[in-house]
């Protein structure tokens, strides 16, 4: 179950609680023959814990409204529990207090729900305005909500730092486990393919040739894997440099060599500059080749030629892969899958499905982002 499942579900019984228990207290304010709660206060009263309920998507605006419907329930002879109702106001206040990260905006609701409070003192004909007791009930009605509200934002903020750190440890510890699981036996592929080459005889070139090209691709692999352990291990993975801007060329233009090594003709037309790209979106745009360019090597015709596009337009990075399939274009749909999560993540946008002279073709968007900056 998800940790923030229950206080989640917490919190929504405590928006809703409001219709029911200001019906209960009108209905104990109730003495047969003595006080009755006035229609006005029921509706009045109804329709603060209306937008109570609201408050959840506009936290400041709903507290303004609650205070404002204070004001003539303070007025109000009320009686009783009944008495207790406008001081949802204060709830109200709470909860800005605790989820809304604007100083100033915690402050208009501050002083919404204090303009109220002063209001109802003023309204009370037996006590004087200037006095003593008016700064005591201030500073209660409206000091103690805005302490409880920092309290719990700073009980949130330690239950998602506890997280943070939760995760982080998680995440060090499958690095850990990856590095012992698949690090070890990657190095171990091409230390035997290196032994392997020296062994041969001088005139198995063709052998030599297929062992150099599964030796380079296992280096790179390992130097992923490594670059991967790096990532899982850093919290901050945005900041991780996994691919250095003047590597993502040529890792593009060793994947294009690889689907010509496999008897492709490949049309490439590749912007290389990844500067301005931040490290997930330097990864993004490297992967997203690479996964294109292997969904040609095993679905793909290799009689037409395969078009690999890397641009820059207006302040995106646009990627266009195309080719016709000689297989099912099913086959494809994890790898396209995973490509769209890639782009999401980094704010960008995928497509794949066939153009209308027959081809398939992938496209994916990625905004540019300077680093340390914003797109």
Same mark, same amino acid.
């Given at each position: 179950?998800?940790?923030?499942?229950?206080?989640?579900?917490?919190?929504?019984?405590? $928006?809703?609680?409001?219709?029911?228990?200001?019906?209960?207290?009108?209905?104990?304010?109730?003495?047969?023959?003595?006080?009755?709660?006035?229609?006005?206060?029921?509706?009045?009263? @109804?329709?603060?814990?209306?937008? !109570?309920?609201? #408050? *959840? $998507?506009?936290?400041?605006?709903?507290?303004?409204?609650?205070?404002?419907?204070?004001?003539? @329930?303070?007025?109000?002879?009320?009686? #009783?529990?009944?008495?207790?109702?406008?001081?949802?106001?204060?709830?109200?206040?709470?909860?800005?207090?605790?989820?809304?990260?604007? +100083?100033?905006?915690?402050?208009? %609701?501050?002083? #919404?729900?204090?303009? %109220?409070?002063?209001?109802?003192?003023?309204?009370?004909?037996?006590?004087? !305005?200037? %006095?003593?007791? &008016?700064?005591?009930?201030?500073?209660?009605?409206?000091?103690?909500?805005?302490?409880?509200?920092?309290?719990?934002?700073?009980? $949130?903020?330690?239950?998602?730092?506890?997280?943070?750190?939760?995760?982080?440890?998680?995440?060090?510890?499958?690095? $850990?486990?990856?590095?012992?699981?698949?690090?070890?036996?990657?190095? %171990?592929?091409?230390?035997?393919?290196?032994?392997?080459?020296?062994?041969?005889?001088?005139?198995?070139?063709?052998? /030599?040739?297929?062992?150099?090209?599964?030796?380079?691709?296992?280096?790179?692999?390992?130097?992923?894997?490594? /670059?991967?352990?790096?990532?899982?291990?850093?919290?901050?993975?945005?900041?991780?440099?996994?691919?250095?801007?003047?590597?993502?060329?040529?890792?593009?233009?060793?994947?294009?060599?690889?689907?010509?090594?496999?008897? !492709?003709?490949?049309?490439?037309?590749?912007?290389?500059?990844?500067?301005?790209?931040?490290?997930? #979106? *330097?990864? &993004?745009?490297?992967?997203?080749?690479?996964? =294109?360019?292997?969904?040609?090597?095993?679905?793909?015709? /290799?009689?037409?030629?395969? =078009?690999?596009?890397?641009?820059?337009?207006?302040?995106?990075?646009?990627? +266009?892969?195309?080719?016709? !399939?000689?297989? =099912?274009?099913?086959?494809?749909?994890?790898?396209?899958?995973? @490509? +769209?999560?890639?782009?999401?993540?980094?704010?960008?946008?995928?497509?794949?499905?066939?153009?209308?002279?027959?081809?398939?073709?992938?496209?994916? =968007?990625?905004?540019?982002?300077?680093?340390?900056?914003?797109?």
């Amino acid at each position: 179950m998800n940790r923030t499942a229950v206080p989640d579900r917490i919190q929504r019984y405590v $928006r809703y609680a409001p219709l029911v228990l200001i019906p209960c207290l009108l209905i104990a304010s109730t003495y047969p023959g003595e006080y009755r709660v006035p229609v006005g206060y029921w509706i009045v009263s @109804m329709l603060s814990a209306l937008v !109570f309920v609201a #408050g *959840r $998507r506009w936290p400041v605006l709903g507290s303004l409204l609650i205070s404002a419907l204070a004001i003539p @329930m303070f007025v109000a002879d009320a009686w #009783g529990l009944s008495e207790l109702v406008p001081y949802l106001g204060a709830v109200a206040v709470v909860d800005v207090t605790m989820r809304v990260e604007r +100083r100033e905006l915690v402050a208009v %609701s501050a002083t #919404g729900w204090c303009g %109220s409070v002063l209001a109802g003192i003023w309204f009370e004909s037996h006590d004087a !305005f200037w %006095s003593v007791t &008016t700064a005591v009930k201030v500073l209660a009605y409206v000091g103690l909500p805005l302490l409880l509200g920092l309290y719990l934002r700073s009980q $949130r903020e330690l239950a998602a730092n506890n997280l943070a750190h939760t995760r982080a440890a998680e995440r060090s510890a499958l690095a $850990r486990e990856l590095h012992d699981l698949v690090a070890h036996h990657m190095a %171990s592929i091409v230390l035997r393919i290196g032994v392997a080459q020296h062994v041969l005889a001088p005139q198995d070139e063709a052998v /030599r040739e297929v062992l150099t090209d599964v030796h380079a691709t296992a280096s790179d692999a390992l130097t992923d894997i490594r /670059r991967l352990l790096v990532a899982l291990r850093d919290p901050s993975l945005g900041e991780v440099a996994l691919v250095e801007p003047d590597a993502v060329g040529a890792e593009i233009e060793a994947a294009v060599d690889r689907v010509r090594a496999a008897g !492709f003709q490949v049309q490439a037309h590749v912007e290389s500059d990844a500067a301005d790209l931040d490290a997930i #979106g *330097r990864l &993004t745009l490297l992967r997203v080749v690479q996964e =294109s360019l292997t969904n040609v090597l095993k679905y793909g015709d /290799r009689k037409v030629p395969v =078009s690999v596009t890397v641009r820059r337009k207006d302040g995106r990075v646009e990627v +266009r892969v195309s080719n016709n !399939f000689g297989g =099912s274009v099913k086959g494809a749909g994890h790898g396209l899958v995973g @490509m +769209r999560e890639r782009a999401k993540l980094v704010g960008g946008e995928m497509s794949a499905g066939a153009l209308g002279d027959g081809r398939w073709e992938v496209y994916v =968007s990625i905004p540019l982002v300077v680093e340390g900056g914003d797109s």
